[in-house]
């Protein structure tokens, strides 16, 4: 289950995505990493590319790189039963907090793998170490800063994979 202490350290790597394939390429990345009770905040503007990695490591983790995975905007919730069960969520129209209770998110954080876009609007609620992944413009690409907590083996990782040597 994730914890809810704050004062988790964090290793932070940062680099380039100059396309939507490498976008694809580190939701896939994850997919292959990531375990039940593991959450993935998903940070940045509209368009920056949140659903596009999510559907990427979903696809991946489920082994069907065709599968139709619908956008949970209006849902706010779409399952996926793999190996581990995979719950997406939309948080972009909650209001408050405390909807995010009655979607059961809460729940999901112990068994799950949860991806959660618009972690923001969790507040205190988001796990404490969740994997916050921001996607920000780059010209005409995008960045990946990425702050994992309490996992120095996957960011070391993710920084060897990921980053020039």
Same mark, same amino acid.
């Given at each position: 289950?994730?914890?809810?202490?704050?004062?988790?350290?964090?290793?932070?790597?940062?680099?380039?995505?100059?396309?939507?394939?490498?976008?694809?390429?580190?939701?896939?990345?994850?997919? +292959?990493?990531?375990?039940? @009770? =593991?959450?993935?905040?998903?940070?940045?503007?509209?368009?920056? @590319?949140?659903? &596009?990695?999510?559907?990427?490591?979903?696809?991946?983790?489920?082994? *069907?790189?065709?599968?139709? !995975?619908?956008?949970?905007?209006?849902?706010?919730?779409?399952?996926?039963? %793999?190996? !581990?069960?995979?719950?997406?969520?939309?948080?972009?129209?909650?209001? &408050?907090?405390?909807?995010?209770?009655?979607?059961?998110?809460?729940?999901?954080?112990? &068994?799950?793998?949860?991806?959660?876009?618009?972690?923001?609007?969790?507040?205190?609620?988001?796990?404490? =170490?969740?994997?916050?992944?921001?996607?920000?413009?780059?010209?005409?690409? *995008?960045?990946?800063?990425?702050?994992?907590?309490?996992?120095?083996?996957?960011?070391? %990782?993710? *920084? +060897?994979?990921?980053?020039?040597?």
């Amino acid at each position: 289950m994730c914890p809810t202490t704050p004062d988790l350290p964090r290793q932070t790597v940062t680099f380039p995505l100059a396309t939507d394939a490498d976008t694809a390429r580190l939701g896939a990345w994850f997919a +292959a990493r990531l375990r039940a @009770g =593991d959450c993935l905040a998903l940070t940045g503007p509209i368009g920056a @590319g949140k659903s &596009h990695l999510a559907r990427a490591l979903i696809r991946a983790r489920l082994g *069907r790189p065709q599968e139709d !995975v619908p956008s949970p905007t209006f849902t706010l919730v779409q399952t996926y039963v %793999a190996d !581990v069960e995979i719950w997406h969520s939309d948080l972009y129209r909650l209001t &408050h907090p405390d909807e995010v209770l009655e979607l059961g998110l809460d729940e999901a954080f112990a &068994h799950a793998i949860t991806l959660v876009e618009w972690p923001e609007r969790m507040g205190s609620a988001l796990p404490a =170490d969740a994997i916050r992944l921001t996607l920000s413009p780059l010209g005409d690409a *995008r960045r990946a800063e990425i702050a994992i907590p309490g996992r120095p083996a996957l960011a070391a %990782a993710l *920084r +060897a994979d990921w980053t020039p040597a």
